[in-house]
C-alpha cells in the first residue's frame, strides 16, 4: 500500500495536531523511508532497475530490514522515542506507534509478502502485489475513501470549512496513486506503449518512486493546512 499510508498521517493529525502534518507523514511511511535507505546500502536492492519495465506484480525487493516482522519492533521503539522527545509528549509518541503499526496492517492486506526474518522463514501477509494486484489496489482503494470519508466528515463536524479546490487536491494525491498503480498493475510502461530500451537518467525505479513519493508529501503540506472555521 502506497497512499492508504497516507490517509492515517491525515486522521492523525486532525486528532492530534500538536504532532505535526509532516512529522505523521513520514512516520506513516517509515517503512518505506527505510526501505529506500537501505536500497541504497546494499541491503534491499530493488528491481526491475528500470522504471519502465516496472509492474505492481513484477516488482522484487526483499525488504528484510525494513518490513520484515522481527525488525518492525525495533523501528516501533524508534518511532515512539523520536515522537515522545521531538514533541515532548508521550501521547505524540504513542499516536506515532499507532500510525507506524497501521503501516503494517495495511500491508498484510494490500502489499508485497514479507516474513518474519528473512526469505525462508515464515511467511506474513497475503503477498497480494504478486499474487492479484487489481484485488490489492482494490483494497487500498476501498480502504482510502473510508478514511477520506472519515476525515471530511469530522472536520464538516468540527465547522472547518475548505474550499473545493482544496478538498479536490487532498482527494486527487489519493487518486492519482490509484490510478497510478491501476495503470501498471501487471504491464509495465514498457510493454503497454513499446517504448524502447534507453540510458535514461531519470527512469530508475527506486528514484522515480522516492520522487513520487515527495510530490504527493509535498501537496498534501500544502493543501491540508489551508482551513477556515464556520
Not at 514498457?190 to 524502447?196: A, K, S, V
Request: charged share 10%; proline share 3%; net charge positive.
Amino acid at each position: 500500500m502506497i497512499a492508504g499510508h497516507y490517509a492515517t498521517a491525515l486522521i492523525a493529525h486532525q486528532k492530534f495536531p500538536k504532532g505535526t502534518l509532516l512529522f505523521f507523514l513520514a512516520v506513516s511511511q517509515f517503512q518505506d523511508i527505510c526501505w529506500f535507505i537501505f536500497h541504497y546500502l546494499g541491503l534491499e536492492p530493488t528491481g526491475p532497475v528500470d522504471v519502465f519495465d516496472a509492474t505492481v506484480a513484477n516488482m522484487t525487493v526483499s525488504m528484510m530490514y525494513s518490513h520484515h516482522l522481527l525488525p518492525q519492533f525495533i523501528w516501533a521503539v524508534v518511532v515512539f522515542l523520536i515522537g515522545k522527545f521531538l514533541f515532548k509528549s508521550t501521547t505524540i509518541g504513542l499516536v506515532a506507534v499507532a500510525i507506524f503499526v497501521s503501516h503494517v496492517v495495511l500491508d498484510f492486506f494490500s502489499g508485497h509478502g514479507h516474513h518474519l526474518f528473512g526469505a525462508n522463514t515464515f511467511a506474513v501477509g497475503l503477498g497480494l502485489y504478486a499474487k492479484n494486484a487489481y484485488l490489492a489496489i482494490l483494497i487500498e482503494a476501498v480502504f482510502i475513501v473510508a478514511a477520506l470519508i472519515y476525515y471530511f466528515r469530522a472536520e464538516a463536524n468540527a465547522g472547518v470549512v475548505r474550499t473545493t479546490k482544496i478538498r479536490g487536491a487532498i482527494i486527487a494525491v489519493f487518486a492519482y496513486g490509484i490510478v497510478f498503480m491501476l495503470s501498471i498493475a501487471t504491464v509495465s510502461f514498457r510493454d503497454l506503449f513499446g517504448l524502447p530500451v534507453l540510458n535514461l537518467a531519470f527512469n530508475t525505479t527506486v528514484p522515480t518512486i522516492i520522487l513520487t513519493y515527495i510530490g504527493m508529501t509535498a501537496v498534501l503540506y500544502w493543501a491540508v493546512p489551508k482551513v477556515g472555521k464556520v
